[in-house]
């Protein structure tokens, strides 16, 4: 039997709002405005449609840095009803 290898990556993949936009053709606005959860700021429960964003930021920033998971990414394209696949490298 041959030994099949696949190389993960050794963190989740961290999505900046702009990259967001473009994959998605909207506005980072847009976006800011209604599909992000921020998590920490947002008062209430997370809507199914929103995605969670954390703010990777020092304590001491001046400026938050937001920043959505390859998860919650995944997750919310799957309720929106997205189809979509996942490129996998064997070597």
Not at 1 to 16: H, N, V
Not at 48 to 64: E, G, H, S
Not at 76 to 81: A, E, L, P, T, V
């Amino acid at each position: 039997m041959t030994e099949s290898r696949i190389a993960l990556p050794m963190r989740p993949f961290l999505y900046t709002v702009d990259q967001l936009a473009q994959l998605l053709s909207l506005g980072e606005q847009t976006i800011k405005a209604t599909l992000l959860y921020y998590e920490g700021r947002s008062t209430g429960a997370q809507r199914k449609d929103q995605m969670r964003a954390v703010n990777i930021a020092p304590d001491d920033a001046l400026k938050a840095e937001w920043r959505v998971s390859d998860f919650e990414f995944r997750k919310w394209m799957r309720f929106k009803g997205f189809k979509y696949y996942e490129r996998g490298h064997f070597g």
